[in-house]
């Protein structure tokens, strides 16, 4: 009895231990992954590439007008002629024909911008991201990871899928526009932070630089109409 007991608890504690930037889960290599889409980049979390998953086991392709990401490692991707500068907002429209069908929890994919020195260790860029349960996060990398909403954030803007298998779209965007900063997913505001508690110390560099996507493990989705528009 003891040590079913102890096998319970421990488990619990893996499980509470095992939710962060990789969520639940292995992520799956995917078959004939790597990027085909011209002037395209990307690079896999830190986490993942210590667990010796790299930009190959994703794969970001061409879809129609839009991007096809399947993953794999949680991934961000971006070109670098994809710049933003002063007041601007970046926005797209993500599509999961298939909620959950590479995974056994909802995973998050959305917008990134603030995007410096990407791709080196001292890159940082601020994202918004939904998640086909009606959550959404907003996180960031600087020296070190970190979150701005917490967990994830119920908000009745949020799509739900009907079910596992089921389509769903979220149209998400960031903003920024004078001393704030905001996310807002299909076409309400869900999140506002003040620029000077977002650009600081241990965060990001600044609010210029390249915009992109970004997506959690095992996510399967196609991105259009991604642009940036002057406010």
């Known amino acids: ?7 319970v608890g421990l488990f619990v504690i893996l499980g509470f231990v095992g939710v962060g930037y990789s969520q639940e889960g292995d992520s799956v290599r995917v078959a004939s992954g790597g990027i085909t889409v011209k ?35 949680a991934t961000t991707y971006w070109n670098p002629k994809n710049t933003a500068k002063g007041d601007y907002t970046v926005s797209a429209t993500f599509t999961e024909a298939k909620y959950m069908n590479l995974n056994t929890h909802p995973h998050p994919c959305g917008i990134v911008i603030a995007g410096n020195d990407l791709g080196t260790d001292k890159e940082s860029y601020l994202y918004c991201a939904a998640y086909g349960n009606g959550t959404f996060i907003v996180r960031g990398f600087g020296p070190k990871p970190f979150q701005l909403n917490g967990r994830p954030q119920a908000d009745a803007a949020v799509n739900k899928a009907a079910g596992v298998g089921q389509p769903v779209t979220q149209h998400i965007a960031i903003s920024v526009k004078g001393p704030t900063v905001a996310c807002s997913i299909n076409n309400k505001v869900v999140a506002t932070y003040d620029k000077s508690a977002v650009v600081t110390e241990g965060k990001l560099k600044s609010t210029d630089g390249v915009y992109g996507i970004r997506f959690a493990h095992n996510t399967d989705a196609v991105v259009t109409d991604l642009k940036v528009t002057k406010n």
Not at 1 to 7: D, G, I, L, Q, S
Not at 46 to 69: M, P, Y
């Open 39 to 73: 002037g395209w980049t990307g690079k896999v979390d830190a986490k993942e590439a210590a667990a010796g998953l790299n930009i190959n086991n994703a794969k970001l392709a061409s879809e129609g007008k839009g991007l096809r990401v399947t993953t794999g490692p």
């Open 1 to 7: 009895m003891r040590n079913k007991v102890f096998a």
